[in-house]
């Protein structure tokens, strides 16, 4: 079948049908400053050999995470994978299966579902847990717009020390759902709980923060509680669920978060797996999908999809989500990684997370000029250096040490002093040494 191109009576039709004068007329929303004027900066035309041998130059010029000492994490995190893991998710039932439509002959993939809600909830501390979102960005989101939906309120406070990609999701869906996103200054402290008044749908706290502090929830949540708002917790590094007191048992509403750490690698920022968890009693409320397990008509086990609130199941106007799917592939890499960790396993493992990240913040608080600014963290924490972080860490790059992220590399309004650092239990005590020694040549 060829391909043959719209003519301009095609266009014509089409602008007509639509209402339109011209094409421009499609774009009257997206300020002029963002507009592209003629053709862009691209190079003609190349043969397929041509395009191979440009992307590999290209892609020869990254450096793979393992290739020396790696400290960056803000949201993303390299933690060890066992081979295990990728051997299973890619038999075919699992790697090719699609939505479980059909429950009658998607046992196998409710099954997993089902135990990763289990997981999630356990984790979270939390009643429910849904199958799964996107990521955990877009999990904060929803959970706002859920919020929202629960208390009639249409304002939710998101603290300073929420990631900021998590900040500009959040800020970016609650406009189209007619909430009003409030951002507390990322440089103040985490004391949210003097702004909630009887007008705030919920507080959006994370803890670990983007920087790395732990928080006491309990009084944000009281806090919360007490004027008839929910209390959204949020993380980026689940990890952290096997040494700290979970979100749940501290009295949050809603808990999302992102479950890379478990079973995903860093595979260049994606696809990663949103996770999703509340309280039962708002169960009808929640987005997504949850499995469920029942028996058939014979008395045996079985699993079935119980809860489908997305619009293409029933009317638009109902829909409790737009997001279309749930990351399936991702959510079972995750289920069997902490299947094979056990409890004990994330204990120790989580343990390990931490000792390393202490032996980085004693090494880095030890080359002058530095600071560690966390009074505690689990794998993450926050140094300030002499001069501007991004100097510092490409500096670092060039020396083969990736050395954390640049707060302002992600939020603008941050000082440019900072830099996020990210141990795991893949980070060795060489790495740590190479990063201070070279830390201190480049200061």
Wanted: glycine share 10%; proline share 5%; hydrophobic share 40%.
């Amino acid at each position: 079948m060829r391909y043959h191109p719209l003519t301009s009576d095609d266009r014509e039709l089409m602008l007509s049908r639509i209402g339109v004068k011209s094409i421009d007329d499609l774009f009257v929303d997206v300020p002029n400053a963002h507009l592209v004027e003629g053709l862009m900066d691209l190079p003609k035309g190349k043969s397929e050999i041509a395009v191979e041998r440009l992307l590999a130059k290209m892609a020869g010029k990254n450096r793979a995470a393992g290739e020396g000492p790696f400290f960056v994490g803000a949201g993303a995190y390299r933690h060890h994978v066992p081979a295990s893991v990728d051997h299973l998710i890619q038999r075919s039932e699992f790697l090719t299966s699609y939505t479980p439509y059909q429950a009658e002959i998607s046992q196998g993939t409710l099954q997993v579902l089902f135990e990763f809600q289990t997981q999630v909830a356990r984790l979270t501390g939390m009643e429910v847990a849904n199958a799964s979102m996107y990521d955990g960005s877009t999990a904060a989101a929803e959970a706002v717009m859920m919020a929202a939906r629960l208390t009639r309120r249409g304002k939710a406070i998101v603290a300073g020390g929420v990631h900021p990609q998590y900040r500009d999701v959040i800020e970016t869906v609650a406009v189209g759902v007619d909430v009003e996103a409030m951002p507390a200054d990322p440089t103040a402290s985490e004391d949210v709980a003097t702004k909630i008044d009887d007008s705030i749908a919920c507080v959006v706290v994370q803890s670990p923060s983007f920087y790395g502090h732990i928080l006491d929830l309990k009084p944000i949540a009281e806090a919360c509680h007490k004027a008839g708002a929910l209390l959204v917790a949020c993380f980026t590094e689940v990890v952290a669920l096997g040494a700290i007191e979970p979100p749940g048992a501290q009295g949050a509403d809603i808990v999302v978060g992102e479950g890379q750490s478990l079973g995903n690698p860093l595979t260049f920022g994606g696809p990663y797996v949103g996770l999703f968890a509340g309280l039962k009693k708002h169960v009808r409320q929640m987005p997504g999908r949850l499995a469920g397990e029942t028996v058939d008509a014979d008395g045996k086990r079985g699993y079935t999809l119980t809860l489908n609130t997305r619009e293409q199941h029933i009317r638009r106007d109902k829909a409790t989500s737009n997001i279309c799917t749930n990351s399936g592939l991702c959510s079972l890499a995750f289920t069997i990684h902490m299947t094979l960790l056990g409890e004990t396993g994330l204990t120790r493992l989580a343990r390990l997370n931490h000792a390393k990240a202490i032996k980085a913040a004693d090494a880095l608080a030890r080359v002058p000029g530095v600071t560690v600014l966390n009074e505690s963290f689990f794998n993450e924490f926050t140094i300030k250096v002499p001069g501007d972080a991004h100097t510092v860490i490409e500096k670092l790059a060039e020396r083969d040490v990736l050395g954390g992220v640049p707060v302002s590399r992600l939020d603008e309004k941050a000082p440019g002093d900072l830099i996020v650092v990210a141990a795991t239990e893949l980070t060795t005590d060489d790495d740590i040494d190479a990063y201070a020694s070279t830390l201190g040549d480049v200061l």
